[in-house]
């Protein structure tokens, strides 16, 4: 996202953290202009909660979809809840543009009674997204509902001696983060279905790199999926989010009840807590505990490795070159730049990539020979090659040596998951 989709805006405090009522503010003014693409466009929105896609506009009305989404109360949710009445209202109100007298009578209330429950809703939209990108400056407001969480007892010698013995021999360990969420998600669906709880994941804009083993950022997940899901006897949801953050990665475990229940204290939720806590204060990371009426959200956020995967792309089309590096800002992947094919052999003997992205026509000399060059070379035999053309030629790229095949033209998402899965074959957790 360039700076000069921004500067238009009149606010002129864009690179600043908002505090709690310029979010709202901002949040309120995006919703009501939710279908008027030049106004989002401005919209500090883009800056604050970090919406990278090439078409920005769209990225934000997505995200705020998504927020949405999460107060929508699970099938067989009691009607009357305060979350249904907030998912009803920013639904209706911004997504199906109702006017305030229309909304009035589905609800049948008065429009005075309607505009304080918009504000309600809103200020709950707020404190979700608020928690979900750690955005708040003032930290008395995010944490106004957070709830402590249990020390560790005397009971506990033999967990911590397996913590000091985790921490000194997997210090170093590094994971990708998408790919271990997937697994911890696919491993409690079972217990979930059991439950009746539907139980999903959002991460696929998450291509970085989390300086912690993957068995610890899986057992973490994992601890805190199933105490969930094991207070949603009664049904309900839990999603699985993850986002990139400045030098560290947060990963949102967000459960949504069907009716109001005493999370603080049920003792499964408490001693995965603990556990959780535990295990990501070890590798430098924190975890946090949120309530929003009926929603719990438990918010783990762990630090960035610093390490860089230098990626080679070799492509003639400078405007590609560009769009693949705006997708991977932000990311722990380094794109170097390479538009004369006939100097890619050299370049990547002297450079060492731990990937490569190959366009195949191209002048003087196309990849097809390229890419058989590179892998008859020792010195870049092994390294993983992502063919991307505009030719169908998905298998004709694998058989000839190439470890993945993306079709131009590419998405941002599409890009960064073949960087991923190659990265996370080459160096497993």
């Known amino acids: 996202m360039g700076s ?25 003014r995006a919703l009501n202009h939710f279908y008027d693409p030049g106004f989002l466009q401005r919209s500090p929105l883009l800056q604050w909660l970090h919406i990278r896609e090439p078409d920005p ?5 997505a995200l705020l979809r998504q927020a949405i989404e999460a107060f929508r109360p699970p099938m067989g949710a009691p009607q ?18 109702l006017t305030q007298q229309a909304e009035a009578d589905r609800l049948g209330i008065t429009v005075r009674h309607l505009r304080r429950e918009q504000a309600a809703a809103l200020e709950a939209l707020a404190d979700y997204l608020g928690l979900q990108f750690d955005l708040f400056t003032e930290p008395a407001q995010k944490a106004s509902v957070a709830c402590t969480l249990p020390p560790a007892g005397p009971g506990d010698a033999e967990l911590n001696r397996e913590m000091l013995w985790l921490a000194d021999s997997q210090r170093h360990r590094t994971c990708q983060v998408a790919p271990v969420l997937r697994e911890a998600v696919e491993l409690a669906q079972g217990l979930a279905s ?18 912690i083993p993957g068995t610890v950022l899986r057992q973490i997940v994992l601890n805190l999926l199933t105490a969930a899901i094991r207070n949603l006897a009664q049904g309900g949801a839990v999603r699985v989010t993850a986002r990139e953050g400045e030098g560290r990665l947060v990963v949102s475990v967000t459960a949504t009840a069907c009716a109001r229940e005493p999370w603080r204290q049920m003792e499964p939720l408490d001693a995965a807590l603990l556990v959780s806590r535990q295990l990501a204060e070890l590798f430098g990371g924190q975890l946090t505990l949120c309530e929003l009426d ?10 960035r490795s610093q390490r860089q995967v230098v990626v080679l792309a070799v492509e003639d089309n400078a405007e ?12 722990p992947f380094q794109l170097v730049q390479e538009i004369d094919p006939t100097n890619a052999l050299a370049r990547a003997m002297e450079l060492r990539p731990q990937l490569i992205v190959l366009d195949v026509m191209m002048p003087d000399i196309d990849g097809w020979a390229l890419l058989k060059q590179l892998r008859e070379e020792p010195l870049t035999s092994r390294i ?3 063919v991307c053309t505009v030719l169908p030629q998905r298998d004709l790229a694998l058989s000839l040596g190439a470890s993945d095949f993306i079709q131009k033209p590419t998405t941002g998402q599409e890009f960064r998951a073949a960087l991923e899965r190659q990265i996370s074959v080459a160096m497993p957790s």
């Open 4 to 28: 000069d989709v921004l500067s238009g805006h009149e606010t002129g405090r864009i690179q600043d953290m908002p505090n709690r009522n310029e979010f709202e503010r901002e949040l309120r």
């Open 57 to 61: 506009v769209e990225g934000l009305r």
């Open 80 to 97: 009357a809840t305060r979350e249904r009445r907030v998912y009803d209202v920013l639904y209706h109100r911004y997504l199906r543009r």
């Open 194 to 211: 059991d439950h009746h709880v539907a139980l999903q994941i959002e991460c696929d804009g998450c291509a970085a790199e989390a300086a």
């Open 294 to 303: 009926e929603m719990l959200v438990v918010q783990v956020v762990v630090p």
């Open 320 to 331: 590609t070159l560009r769009l693949w590096s705006r997708y991977v800002r932000g990311t």
């Open 384 to 386: 993983p090659i992502i």
